[in-house]
């Protein structure tokens, strides 16, 4: 989209304007968060001078206490006292430069970022079945094609509304145990409508494989070319006839058969992930177990068809590839790779063994603020964890439990207002870089307007702060200039600690995008004389990334939520977006026409269940779990399932979704369980 003055004599009169561009992803179109997001720019409660203790100070006061302060903890306690905490909105500069000042300039291993509660489970389990990730291994104009698409846990409607422009030629089946706006739309447009009971989304999939062999759908031929593993995984889903999984999920056997059928008959078809399978304490298995299905079928790698995921925030692909994550380096790298720690140190000019890590996911972190043993200081960089993260009542305790809070937000957000130390950083419109969408497309963000006076660029904030560090660490520390605050200048560096990696940008530049090349990474440099290297916008056509070239079937067993109903807390309760917000709410809740539509929580709720507890529609309600309560207002749904209650997770304070969820994490991707939390309803 593009930034303009807006006409005058408008309601908006003085104030930027936002025209949508034609673009493939989007084809030209916004929803209200896009053409509403120019409100921000101006708006009157944006942060403009650093605030020590609540009170305005100069950039270089504020840097210089910064500095002394972390050089004295990092002194009395060591490097792993300060803690740092990203987010998947980042620009791929800034994430960079955020993983490489924590483990460079802080030396701590204590680093992670809000993309563990968005999509650390599909990454998890995209990589160990095709040996890389990245949300769709094809454009996304591919789907325009299909005829038959099953969003598992996806609300594309509500989350991404242009994103439906793909799919209006197929036959959509969408599973939810909501009916949300997308699965609306796909039983008014002739498809299906599953609903699951939380948690259970594995079972179905399961389920679902065990329709494909016992009715003869397998594809043996592309299982023989190109998988290995099915045997192991077959030996699990033999036992998940499509009558079991009914009992367990809720989803009649016939409509399993159904979805099989139909994905089975059709030549271009896809499934899709989203956040309602992933966002388990068993979510990289189940996220698994779709995969197992669609191999079953021959549908990754194969033109016209396949598997992905849905992004969730900004820049959640570009987000996971650069750095600021627990156990990763730049270029999608595994920390605990010896030659990946060799080749980054190398591009950082640092000994390889001084690298820190991995340390905690975010879960973990932020658990551990202020407690025996863990971070003492925490710097956060666009994430407002007090609202998105779970159990909310203890991650506040947590952060109110630290020595130092830093915070570097647009806005006074919940997790700010409780920071000693907050920066004021550029926002969207106000700054250069690139982000990478969920197709892995590499794209220029390029400066509408000028950011306010006495703002900053994270970049800026990061640079200045290393170079007050750098007279505590030591002659050599860090090479001179380690740390520039220009986008372009960190991007070239990014290239090369990318290059040869499983995210290889080293064949990007600002000059390809500026021309307008399209560039999907993998997109590697290429030698003297030889002309650059397209891209890669359609992965494994004719091999996995596994280095024997094949996918992996995973086997996996359906494993209950990490909580149940029981008489105390008889219902369970998932979370989601809604169309008028975002995330946790910090700027979609400052604008007034967002705010008009959603201007308080609510809990969707069926009527009989309602009834049962003693609630009309509108009445105000707690919703209780063991960890705390959450304040809303009942909305019936005669749609959800009547033992399920839905919550949006924008609100902040006693109406936070995140005071009832469960901090749960699967063993591998570190997830916590958003979606599954036994819970009860009270009269307010």
């Not at 991650?395 to 020595?403: G, K, P, Y």
């Amino acid at each position: 989209m593009t930034v303009t003055a807006a006409p005058a004599g408008a309601a908006t009169a003085g104030r930027p304007a936002v025209a949508p561009r034609e673009f493939p992803t989007n084809r030209g179109g916004l929803c209200q968060k896009g053409w509403t997001s120019a409100e921000l720019l101006s708006h009157p409660g944006r942060l403009t001078t650093p605030l020590l203790h609540g009170s305005p100070v100069d950039w270089d006061t504020a840097l210089g206490y910064l500095a002394e302060r972390l050089t004295a903890l990092r002194a009395a306690h060591g490097a792993d006292s300060v803690g740092v905490f990203g987010g998947g909105g980042l620009t791929n500069e800034k994430a960079y430069l955020l993983g490489k000042f924590a483990r460079v300039a802080l030396g701590t291993s204590q680093v992670d970022y809000n993309g563990r509660f968005c999509m650390s489970s599909a990454a998890a389990a995209g990589s160990r079945a095709f040996g890389l990730d990245r949300g769709l291994p094809f454009p996304v104009t591919d789907l325009d094609a299909a005829e038959v698409v099953v969003l598992a846990g996806a609300n594309v409607a509500e989350t991404m509304p242009p994103f439906l422009s793909h799919l209006r030629g197929a036959r959509q089946v969408v599973i939810d145990p909501r009916y949300s706006a997308t699965a609306r739309a796909a039983v008014e447009a002739g498809g299906l409508h599953l609903r699951p009971a939380p948690g259970t989304d594995l079972a179905l999939a399961l389920g679902m494989l065990h329709v494909a062999v016992a009715e003869g759908y397998l594809d043996a031929a592309y299982l023989a070319a190109r998988t290995t593993g099915f045997d192991a995984a077959w030996r699990l889903a033999a036992g998940w006839w499509p009558e079991r999984a009914e009992r367990v999920t809720g989803v009649s056997a016939a409509d399993q058969r159904e979805v099989v059928r139909l994905l089975a008959g059709a030549k271009r078809r896809y499934l899709l992930t989203a956040r309602g399978v992933e966002q388990h304490a068993h979510g990289v298995d189940t996220v698994s177990a779709w995969i197992n299905l669609t191999l079953a079928l021959g549908m990754p790698g194969t033109p016209g068809s396949g598997f992905g995921t849905i992004t969730g925030q900004g820049n959640g692909q570009g987000g996971r590839e650069h750095g600021q994550k627990a156990d990763q380096l730049p270029g999608y790298r595994r920390i605990d790779d010896p030659a990946a720690r060799a080749h980054v140190a190398g591009v950082w000019g640092v000994p390889a063994g001084s690298l820190p890590g991995p340390g905690r996911s975010a879960v973990e972190l932020l658990d551990a603020l202020g407690q025996p043993g863990g971070p003492k200081a925490l710097l956060v960089f666009g994430s407002n964890p007090v609202v998105s993260a779970p159990d909310a009542r203890t991650v506040r305790s947590r952060l109110e439990s630290l020595d130092l809070l830093v915070v570097a937000d647009l806005f006074l957000s919940e997790t700010a207002q409780l920071a000693e130390l907050v920066l004021p950083v550029t926002q969207w419109a106000e700054e250069e870089g690139t982000m990478t969408n969920l197709e892995g497309r590499v794209l220029r963000r390029r400066r509408a307007v000028s950011p306010p006076d006495g703002v900053r660029t994270d970049l800026q904030v990061l640079s200045g702060l290393a170079e007050r560090l750098s007279p505590a660490l030591g002659a050599g520390a860090f090479p001179a200039g380690a740390f520039p605050d220009q986008p372009e200048a960190v991007f070239e560096e990014l290239r090369r600690a990318s290059a040869g990696g499983p995210a290889d940008y080293s064949g990007i530049s600002y000059a390809r995008l500026d021309a307008g090349e399209a560039l999907h990474w993998p997109c590697p440099t290429t030698a003297d004389g030889q002309p650059p290297h397209p891209g890669t916008p359609r992965l494994f056509l004719d091999r996995f990334a596994h280095p024997d070239g094949l996918a992996r079937f995973i086997p996996v067993e359906h494993t209950p939520p990490a909580e149940r109903p029981d008489p105390e807390y008889p219902l369970w309760a998932t979370t989601g977006r809604v169309l008028a917000h975002y995330q946790s709410g910090t700027q979609t809740r400052r604008v007034p026409e967002l705010v008009t539509v959603e201007p308080s929580s609510f809990v969707e709720v069926h009527p009989d269940t309602a009834a049962r507890a003693g609630l009309a529609d509108g009445d105000a309600v707690r919703v209780v779990s063991r960890r705390g309560a959450a304040s809303a207002v009942a909305r019936y749904t005669p749609g959800i399932r009547p033992d399920t209650v839905f919550l949006p997770f924008h609100f902040a304070e006693e109406q936070a979704a995140n005071l009832v969820t469960n901090p749960a994490l699967d063993p591998i991707s570190r997830m916590p369980e958003f979606k599954a939390c036994a819970i009860r309803l009270e009269p307010a």
